[in-house]
C-alpha cells in the first residue's frame, strides 16, 4: 500500500507538466500530501480488524477527498482523483498480475534496498499513458517546453535601442557594471593588513 501511496502521488505531481490535459487547475500538491497519507494508510492498518480487513471504501475516501481531494476544487479532477484512488486501492493490488500500467507492477521485496533497485529498473522517461493520459499528450507537452526555450532564446537576444543608435542593453548593464568597479577601493594586500593589525596590537595575546 506504501508504494501504490508512492505511485499515486507521482501520478499527480507529473500531470501537472502536461497543462491543462492533466488537471484543468494546477494545484500545488506536496510532500506534506504524502506524508499525510502515509501517516492515515499506517494508523488505518494499526487499528485494523483482521477478520474485517482493510476497509478500502474508508481509504478511497481519505485518498480522494482529504488528503489529495483538499486541493482539488475543479469537479472533473476530483472525479479523476477519486477513479485513480478507487482502481488502485483495492484487494486486486495484491494479486500478482495487478499493475497500474503495462510494466508498472508493485514488487515483492523484503528491503528498501531492493524497492529501490527495482526503481531503478523503470524507464528514465515515462510515457503519457502511465499517468492516464493519451500518448498524443506527449506532444503539447514538447511542444510546450520547445515554445518556452525559443522565447528564452529569444528574451535573452542583444535588442537595440529605438533611435537605431543607441546602446544596446547588454552594453548598458556592462558600462554600469564597469563603473561600480571603478568606485570600489584597490584591492588590499594580504600582508600589508595583517602588519598592521599586529602593529595596533589586535593580535598580541
Known amino acids: 500500500m506504501l508504494y501504490a501511496v508512492a505511485f499515486l502521488h507521482s501520478v499527480v505531481q507529473e500531470r501537472r507538466k502536461f497543462g491543462p490535459l492533466g488537471w484543468n487547475i494546477p494545484y500545488e500538491f506536496n510532500q506534506a500530501d504524502f506524508t499525510a497519507t502515509v501517516q492515515f494508510v499506517q494508523n488505518h492498518l494499526d487499528d485494523m480488524d483482521p477478520k474485517r480487513g482493510v476497509s478500502w471504501g474508508t ?3 481519505m485518498i480522494g477527498e482529504v488528503q489529495y481531494g483538499g486541493r482539488v476544487t475543479d469537479d472533473f479532477d476530483k472525479i479523476l ?3 485513480c484512488a478507487k482502481v488502485w486501492f483495492r484487494d486486486a493490488m495484491f ?3 495487478f499493475c497500474f500500467y503495462k510494466g508498472y507492477v508493485i514488487p515483492e521485496c523484503n528491503t528498501l534496498e ?3 533497485a527495482y526503481i531503478e529498473t ?3 522517461t515515462d510515457t503519457p499513458e502511465v499517468f492516464g493520459l493519451h500518448a498524443n499528450a506527449d506532444v503539447s507537452y514538447q511542444s510546450k517546453v520547445a515554445r518556452e526555450a525559443l522565447e528564452t532564446i529569444l528574451n535573452i537576444q542583444p535588442k537595440d535601442s529605438g533611435g537605431g543608435s543607441g546602446e544596446t542593453r547588454e552594453s548598458v548593464v556592462y558600462r554600469q557594471a564597469q563603473e561600480m568597479l571603478d568606485k570600489l577601493p584597490p584591492d588590499y594586500l594580504p600582508h600589508e593588513v595583517k602588519a598592521r593589525i599586529v602593529k ?3 593580535l598580541a595575546p
Open 81 to 83: 482523483l477519486n477513479t
Open 59 to 61: 481509504v478511497c475516501y
Open 200 to 202: 595596533y596590537g589586535a
Open 95 to 97: 494479486n500478482k498480475n
Open 122 to 124: 523503470l524507464p528514465l
Open 114 to 116: 531492493q524497492y529501490q
